[in-house]
C-alpha cells in the first residue's frame, strides 16, 4: 500500500458514492457507504496484491494450494484495515466526513461460507500464511447462499437462507480467464493406442466451467496480499431455445440446471453427515477446477511434471477435497501422460492430509454406485489404487483379514475418503496433541503402524488480529501498554503481561476494560433480546455450533440446578451470573434443536422469575457468527469448553476466550490440554472424565447413568424437570426425547453417550470454585490477565510455521512497496 493520503481517500469515496448510486454522500445509504468505503480499501490493497503476483509469477516460490470446502471468513472491512496498518486513519479519515467506521463496517454482510472450527480455521490459516509471507492459495466454493441466519421464534431454531451476494461483494474480483471445465457422469471408453498402453475416454457426461473469482488476503504490515479463490459454476453453452435439436436442448437445459445447484449452498451439517450426491459433485468441483488451476500455473514454467511437487503441495482440509487424490493421478495419467508409477510418485508427494475428527458418524464414505455413476473414470482410478494399496497391506501383513478391513479404500460398498486420504499423503496430521495420540494409538492405529512416518501433530490456532486487534481494541491498546508493539506478529510478546499480573493497578485497569466489553455485549443482547443484564455479573459464556459432543445440554441442567437451589434458599450467598449461549444447530439434528429450544425456555422461566432478584440470567444470542463472536468473546469471563472428552479434536474457540482474558472451565479434551499446560493449574478450571476414562467406558460398555439418575437427587430433580412441565407450561412432551438422551438404552445408540451425567457432579462442584473465586477481584484479575499472557503458543502464525518446517517447505517471499 502506499503511504495513505486522507484528502485523495475523501475524495474516493465522494467520487464513488457519485459513480456507483448518482448521489452524494449526504444522500447515501449506511449500505451505500460501506460500498464506497470497500471499494477505496480494495484500491488501497491493489497495488501490493499486483506485486505479490508479480513476485510469485517471477520467482516462482513453492506454493501451498489450501483444498477446503470451508472458509469462514467473517467480516473484511476492518480485518484488511488492520492488516493493512491503516484502521486509525481511516476511521479519522471518515469521521471528518461525519462517518462512522464502525456503523460503515456494520453493514458488511458476513461471508460465512463455511460451519464452524474447520471453516474458521482455514480463514485463520490464510490471515497466517499472507502475514508471514508464505506463497499460498485457499481454494474453496463460492456458494451462493452461506451458513443459514439463525432467527429465533418461539423457542426454536428456524432457518433463513444467507444471501451474502445480494448486493454484491466489494472484496471479490471474477477472474474469467481463469475458467475449466469440469465432468460429471458419463461413461469411459477404454481404447488400445499404437504403444500398446490405454486411452480412457470419457464420454456421454454432463460438463460445467468452473470459473474464479479471486478475494484478497491482506497480510499483516508487510505488502503481502495471497489469494483466496472461490469457484463459481456456470454452464458450458449459453442454451438458446432456437438453435437445438432435442437432445442438445436436454443436454443444455441439464448443464444450466447442474451449474446453478452445483454452487448454491453450503451443507450446513458439521460432524453428522448425510451422503448427498450433490455434496460429491461440489467436492470433485472445486477440486478438478483447483487442480486443473495449480498445474496451468506450474506448465507455464515446465515441460516435465516430474518436478511438481517441488513447486506445489495440496493440503486436504479433512476428507472433504480428498478426491484431489485420484483427481491429481487423473489429470497426469489421462490429460499429461504419464504412466500410473510416474504419477503415483507425485502425487503421494503433493497431497497431505489433514483429520478434524475422530468421531465415527463424522467420517466420509460414500456408497460406491454413487461415486462410480457422478465420477466414472475418478471412480476406476480409487479402485486401482485401492487394488495396489490391499496388495501392499497383505505383502506386508499375510492373511491379516482384519487389517484389510480397517485399511482398504473400498470396502463393504463404500469409498472410504480417510483411507483414500491415508494412503496417499505423504502427511497425516491431528488438530491437537491429545487429539493426534487418539489418532496413532486408537482410530487409525494400524495405519499408524503401517505409516509411522506419515503422522504428525498441529495444534490449531487463532489469528490475533481478527481476535485481539480489531475484535478487542481495548484490550489490544492494553497489551500493547505493557508489552509493546508486536505482539501483532508475535503472540508471545504477551508473556510481559505474566510480570504485571500482581499488580492492583494493571489487575483495575483489566478488569475496566472487561466491564467496557460487557457494556458494549450487555447493549447488544438488550437490542437483539430485550433481554437486560448485570455488567457486574458473571459472564459465562458456551458459544460454538450446537452438537451433542459438546454438551450445551449440561450446562443448561447446570443452570436449571441452580435455579432449583437459588429457589430452596432464597438467601444463600449467590455471585449473581448470566448464562450466555450463542449456537446453531444442523436443520435436521433433531437432539440440536430441542437443546436450543430447552434453552430458550429455561431463559424465559429464570429471566421472569423475580424472585430471585435477577441473580441468574440465561440469554440465547441469535445467529452467532465471526462478527459477533469478536464481540462475545472481549467480554466473556468465564469460557465453557465442556466436550466429552476425546471428542473435540482441537477447539478453537477455547483459545479465542483464552486471548481476551477469559478463564475456562474445561475437560482434558482437546486443545484444553494445552492451554492447562501454558496458563498452569491456577488459572483454569478442570473437571470430568479423562479421555482414557471415556474410552474404557465405550470399549467396555460398562456406563450406567441411570444409576446416577437413580442415586442422585440433584440429578434426578433437574432431569425428572424435563418431563413434568417446569419449562414447558405444562406439557410432557416437549422435552422427552432430551430426557430419553439420557436413559434410553440401546445397542447403536447407548444411554447418555456423551457422559452428561458421569461429568455433573464433578461440573457442579467446579463450578462452585468458579462462583467462589470470582468473589476475589485481584485473584480473578491476575488470572485472566495470565490468560492473556500465556496465549502465546496459540497463534496460528505458530502452527502455520509449524506446518511450513514439517510438511509445505516453503520460503517466505518479499514484496516491496512502490513508494
Ligand atoms: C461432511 C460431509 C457431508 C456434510 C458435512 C460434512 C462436514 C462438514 C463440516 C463434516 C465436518 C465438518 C466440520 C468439522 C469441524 O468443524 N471440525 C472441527 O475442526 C476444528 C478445527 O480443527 C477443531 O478445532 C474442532 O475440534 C473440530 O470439531
Given at each position: 500500500m502506499k503511504a495513505f493520503n486522507k484528502k485523495i481517500f475523501i475524495k474516493q469515496i465522494s467520487d464513488n458514492v457519485k459513480n456507483m448510486y448518482r448521489k452524494n454522500l449526504e444522500e447515501a445509504s449506511q449500505e451505500e457507504l460501506f460500498q464506497a468505503v470497500a471499494d477505496a480499501v480494495k484500491n488501497m490493497i491493489m497495488d501490493d496484491w499486483i506485486a505479490t503476483q508479480q513476485v510469485m509469477e517471477k520467482d516462482e516460490p513453492k506454493t501451498?494450494?489450501?483444498?477446503?470446502?470451508?472458509?469462514?471468513?467473517?467480516?473484511?472491512l476492518g480485518n484488511n484495515l488492520i492488516n493493512m496498518t491503516a484502521y486509525a486513519q481511516v476511521k479519522e479519515a471518515l469521521e471528518e466526513i461525519g462517518l462512522d467506521l464502525n456503523t460503515i463496517e456494520q453493514q458488511?454482510?458476513?461471508?460465512?461460507?463455511g460451519n464452524g472450527g474447520l471453516g474458521r480455521l482455514a480463514a485463520c490459516f490464510l490471515d497466517s500464511l499472507a502475514s508471514l509471507g508464505y506463497p499460498a492459495y485457499g481454494c474453496g466454493i463460492r456458494y451462493r447462499y452461506g451458513m443459514f441466519k439463525q432467527q429465533i421464534v418461539e423457542g426454536f431454531q428456524v432457518e433463513v437462507p444467507d444471501n451474502w451476494l445480494k448486493n454484491g461483494y466489494p472484496f471479490e474480483m471474477k477472474r474469467p480467464e481463469y475458467c475449466y471445465e469440469v465432468r460429471f457422469g458419463g461413461h469411459v471408453r477404454m481404447e488400445m493406442r499404437e504403444d500398446g498402453n490405454m486411452d480412457f475416454i470419457h464420454e456421454d457426461y454432463q460438463a460445467v466451467n468452473a470459473v474464479a473469482y479471486d478475494l484478497p488476503i491482506v497480510g499483516y504490515n508487510n505488502h503481502v496480499v495471497d489469494t483466496l479463490i472461490i469457484w463459481d459454476a456456470q454452464p458450458e453453452v449459453e442454451f438458446?431455445?432456437?438453435?437445438?435439436n432435442e437432445g442438445q436442448y436436454h443436454k443444455a437445459v441439464e448443464e444450466s440446471n447442474l451449474a446453478r445447484t452445483l454452487?448454491?449452498?453450503?451443507?450446513?451439517n458439521d460432524e453428522h453427515i448425510q451422503g448427498k450426491e450433490l455434496r460429491l459433485k461440489q467436492q470433485y468441483f472445486f477440486v478438478s477446477a483447483s487442480i486443473q488451476r495449480a498445474i496451468a500455473k506450474y506448465k507455464k514454467h515446465h515441460?516435465?511434471?516430474?518436478?511438481l511437487p517441488k513447486k506445489v503441495v495440496f493440503q486436504m482440509n479433512?476428507?472433504?477435497?480428498?478426491v484431489a487424490v485420484a483427481e491429481l493421478m487423473r489429470i497426469l495419467i489421462?490429460?499429461?501422460?504419464?504412466s500410473w508409477d510416474e504419477a503415483w510418485k507425485i502425487t503421494t508427494q503433493c497431497v497431505a492430509y489433514t483429520n478434524h475428527t475422530i468421531m465415527a458418524e463424522a467420517l466420509e464414505k460414500w456408497p460406491i454406485d454413487i461415486f462410480e455413476r457422478i465420477l466414472p473414470r475418478v471412480y476406476q482410478i480409487v479402485d486401482e489404487i485401492n487394488r495396489r494399496f490391499v496388495l501392499d497391506i497383505m505383502d506386508r501383513y499375510?492373511?491379516?483379514?482384519d487389517k484389510i478391513r480397517s485399511m482398504?479404500?473400498?470396502y463393504d460398498g463404500q469409498v472410504r475418503m480417510a483411507n483414500l486420504a491415508i494412503a496417499a499423503g505423504f502427511s497425516v496430521n491431528g488438530v491437537a496433541r491429545l487429539h493426534t495420540e487418539i489418532l496413532k494409538n486408537e482410530s487409525l492405529k494400524d495405519f499408524y503402524e503401517m505409516f509411522p512416518e506419515k503422522f504428525n501433530n498441529k495444534t490449531n490456532g487463532i489469528t490475533?488480529?481478527?481476535?485481539?486487534?480489531?475484535?478487542n481494541p481495548l484490550l489490544a491498546d492494553f497489551v500493547t501498554k505493557y508489552c509493546g508493539k508486536g505482539w501483532e506478529t508475535d503472540?508471545?510478546?504477551?508473556?510481559?503481561?505474566i510480570a504485571k499480573a500482581d499488580d492492583p493497578k494493571v489487575q483495575k485497569e483489566f478488569m475496566e476494560i472487561k466491564r467496557e466489553n460487557k457494556k458494549r455485549l450487555a447493549k447488544y443482547i438488550l437490542e437483539k433480546t430485550g433481554i437486560e443484564v448485570n455488567v457486574d455479573s458473571i459472564f459465562d459464556v458456551h458459544v460454538k455450533r450446537l452438537h451433542e459432543y459438546k454438551r450445551q445440554l449440561m450446562n443448561i441442567l447446570h443452570v436449571m440446578y441452580l435455579y432449583n437451589r437459588l429457589k430452596d434458599n432464597p438467601d444463600m450467598d449467590f455471585v449473581p451470573r448470566t448464562f450466555i449461549f450463542g449456537a446453531k444447530a444442523a436443520a435436521g439434528y433433531r437432539n440440536a434443536k430441542n437443546t436450543i429450544k430447552l434453552i430458550n425456555n429455561v431463559a424465559d422461566v429464570i429471566n421472569h422469575d423475580v424472585s430471585i432478584g435477577g441473580k441468574i440470567k440465561v440469554v440465547f444470542i441469535e445467529d452467532y457468527k465471526v462478527s459477533n463472536a469478536e464481540w462475545i468473546y472481549a467480554a466473556a469471563d468465564v469460557s465453557e469448553q465442556?466436550?466429552?472428552?476425546?471428542?473435540?479434536?482441537?477447539?478453537t474457540g477455547n483459545m479465542k476466550f483464552m486471548l481476551n482474558g477469559a478463564l475456562t472451565i474445561g475437560t482434558m479434551d482437546g486443545a484444553n490440554v494445552e492451554m492447562f499446560e501454558e496458563v498452569g493449574e491456577e488459572n483454569m478450571f478442570i473437571f470430568g472424565l479423562s479421555a482414557q476414562e471415556v474410552i474404557g467406558f465405550e470399549r467396555n460398555h460398562?456406563?450406567?447413568p441411570g444409576d446416577i439418575y437413580n442415586n442422585d437427587p440433584d440429578v434426578n430433580r433437574v432431569l425428572n424437570q424435563l418431563i413434568d412441565g417446569t419449562y414447558s407450561h405444562?406439557?410432557?412432551?416437549?422435552?422427552r426425547s432430551l430426557y430419553n438422551y439420557f436413559l434410553?438404552?440401546?445397542?447403536d445408540n447407548p444411554a447418555d453417550r456423551y457422559f452428561i451425567l458421569a461429568d455433573f457432579r464433578s461440573y457442579i462442584q467446579t463450578q462452585e470454585k468458579v462462583a467462589a473465586y470470582y468473589r476475589n477481584r485481584s485473584a480473578w484479575a491476575k488470572s485472566a490477565i495470565m490468560n492473556v499472557a500465556c496465549?502465546?503458543?496459540?497463534s496460528s502464525d505458530r502452527t502455520i510455521q509449524e506446518y511450513v518446517d514439517d510438511i509445505w517447505h516453503l520460503e517466505k517471499i518479499k514484496v516491496r512497496t512502490s513508494l
Open positions: 501451498v494450494y489450501y483444498l477446503s470446502m470451508e472458509f469462514l471468513l467473517g467480516r473484511a458488511e454482510p458476513d461471508p460465512a461460507l438458446s431455445l432456437t438453435s437445438f454452487v448454491e449452498v453450503l451443507y450446513p515441460r516435465s511434471l516430474k518436478q479433512d476428507t472433504h477435497p480428498t489421462d490429460v499429461e501422460g504419464l499375510p492373511g491379516n483379514e482398504a479404500i473400498l490475533q488480529r481478527r481476535f485481539l486487534a480489531h475484535g503472540l508471545q510478546k504477551t508473556r510481559k503481561l465442556i466436550s466429552t472428552a476425546s471428542k473435540e479434536a482441537s477447539g460398562n456406563y450406567r405444562g406439557d410432557y412432551e416437549l422435552f434410553n438404552d440401546r445397542p496465549v502465546g503458543k496459540f
